[in-house]
């Protein structure tokens, strides 16, 4: 059977830049279709994992958004400076 701690992340939910399990924790066995054998497991997302994602998406700039923390597009200066650590 594959190692699948090793690779946890991966079967994981990715809601608000972070990796985490289904809110209820439920999660469906993932089986070889050539021999039958178990190779690992995904979360099972539901209505509340769906409901968090969103919630996310809409508080959370997309990376690289070139709108600043008061919601308005920076100019190319201001964006220079971010980027430069200023």
Not at 23 to 42: C, K, L, R
Not at 53 to 78: F, I, Q
């Amino acid at each position: 059977m594959l190692d699948i701690d090793a690779n946890r992340r991966a079967t994981r939910l990715r809601i608000g830049g972070e990796w985490v399990a289904a809110a209820d924790g439920d999660e469906t066995q993932v089986v070889d279709p050539a021999t039958g054998e178990p190779i690992g497991s995904v979360s099972n997302a539901n209505v509340a994992d769906g409901l968090a994602a969103v919630s996310a998406a809409t508080t959370t700039p997309p990376v690289g958004s070139r709108k600043g923390a008061d919601g308005n597009r920076a100019t190319g200066r201001a964006r220079a400076g971010r980027r430069l650590g200023a």
